[in-house]
Structure formats: structure tokens, C-alpha cells
């Protein structure tokens, strides 16, 4: 069964590198996505398939996968980035199969 | 410009039911599966649903059977997402989505959300 732990809140000063964690039993056999949430908004994709970028998503943004945790990497942090950040993946045992993390709130200090 | 555009925001009183509206452009509406998500006040992220518009195939996570209904009208490129005997715990936003029918591990396009409140 796929739950995804995610910490509450992750804070960093502008220029410095956040990592955001999400980790699972079943991370280690399911691609994740990342989605950024600005306050009032939608969601926005900004990383599938573990590491990938849609377009319009900058380079300061990256994700990688290691055992049972995902990681996103936000480098040259700007006030921009502050937001929720909600780790996903597909798990075709779990019910719902799409499965989303508890999300992070990441301050920019 | 690929874009979902939902109906605006409703309330409905509990036991009663509210549906919502999600009509899609820019993009061949057949071609990817249209999803559900809510997110209650201050929560995360929750799936709902799913429908394949073509053939009208829907799967939903169980919490939600027997109380969704989920359509979709090719004609006009809309979907919809109807909610029955919503309680006060269905208060939340309502998002569609879409995921490819070839990669549908992720969401890439998501509509601005619709406001439902459940309120006697």
C-alpha cells in the first residue's frame, strides 16, 4: 500500500538550495511527480517521471529518486518558488491508484 | 493554448447534489483521460475519478462509489463531475485534470477549480 510522508514545512533563504523529501514502500518501483501549488491556485506540474521538466519549468528545478524516497531540488531559491509542493505517483495496488503526498509548505525566508 | 476552464463556485445543502463542469480546448479532448481531484480547506491533494471521453470508461477510488457520476459530452469537449448526498465534509475545491492515454502517470494540465461548499 503506497503512503507518501512528505515533512509538513521546509524553509530556506533566498540563493540557497532546498530539498523537499516524499517517501514510500512503493517509491522504489513507481515513477513520481512533483506539483507546485502558489496559494489560490491550481496545481502545476513541475517534475514527472522522477526527474523530467515540462516546458516552462526552469532548470533550478530537479528530481531524482533513491530508494524509497524522492527528491525535489530547488537550486538559487527565489520568492517565486514559495508554495506547496505535493510529491504523486501511480500505484495500480492502492485504491486510489493515484496516490498524493501530504504536501510541503516551502517558506522562502 | 491548452486550457480546462470549470464552471464557478456552488453550494449545496447536504443530501442534495452539485455537479461540476470542466470543458477542455487546444487539444484533442478523445485523446487523454480526464481526472478529478479535491482539496478540502487547508488539506492536500485527494483523486476522485477518471474518464476515457472516447468510450466513456470511468474508474473512481472506492471511497467515492456509488456517489459520483462522471461524463463526459465529446461534442462539446466538456466533463462533468456530479457529487450525490454530499455531507459538510465534501466542502473543497474541485479540480479537473488530464493525463495522456499513453503516459497517464501524471496530471501536466489542470483547470482553475470550483468552489463547492456544503452548508445547510
Known amino acids: 500500500s503506497s503512503v507518501l510522508t512528505q515533512p509538513p514545512s521546509v524553509s530556506v533563504a533566498p540563493g540557497n538550495t532546498a530539498t523537499i523529501t516524499c517517501e514510500g514502500d512503493d517509491i522504489g518501483s513507481e515513477t513520481v511527480q512533483w506539483y507546485r501549488q502558489r496559494p489560490g491556485q491550481a496545481p502545476v506540474l513541475v517534475i514527472y517521471?522522477?526527474?523530467d521538466r515540462p516546458s516552462g519549468i526552469p532548470e533550478r528545478l530537479s528530481g531524482s529518486r533513491s530508494g524509497n524516497t524522492a527528491t525535489l531540488t530547488i537550486t538559487r531559491v527565489e520568492a517565486g518558488d514559495e508554495a506547496d509542493y505535493y510529491c504523486?505517483?501511480?500505484?495500480?495496488?492502492?485504491?486510489?491508484?493515484?496516490?498524493f503526498g501530504g504536501g510541503t509548505k516551502f517558506t522562502v525566508l | 493554448q491548452v486550457l480546462l476552464v470549470q464552471s464557478g463556485p456552488e453550494v449545496t445543502k447536504p443530501g442534495a447534489s452539485v455537479k461540476v463542469s470542466c470543458k477542455a480546448s487546444?487539444?484533442?479532448?478523445?485523446?487523454?483521460?480526464v481526472h478529478w481531484v479535491r482539496q478540502a480547506p487547508g488539506q492536500g491533494l485527494e483523486w476522485m475519478a477518471r474518464i476515457i471521453p472516447d468510450s466513456g470508461d470511468t474508474y473512481f477510488a472506492q471511497k467515492f462509489q456509488g456517489r459520483i457520476t462522471v461524463t463526459a459530452d465529446t461534442s462539446t469537449n466538456t466533463a462533468y463531475m456530479q457529487l450525490s448526498r454530499p455531507t459538510f465534509d465534501d466542502t473543497a475545491t474541485y479540480y479537473c485534470t488530464r493525463s495522456s492515454l499513453r503516459d497517464w502517470y501524471f496530471f501536466d494540465v489542470w483547470g482553475q477549480g470550483a468552489q463547492v461548499t456544503v452548508s445547510s
Open positions: 487546444g487539444y484533442l479532448f478523445t485523446t487523454y483521460y
Open positions: 504523486q505517483v501511480w500505484d495500480s495496488d492502492h485504491d486510489p491508484s493515484f496516490v
Open positions: 517521471y522522477d526527474e
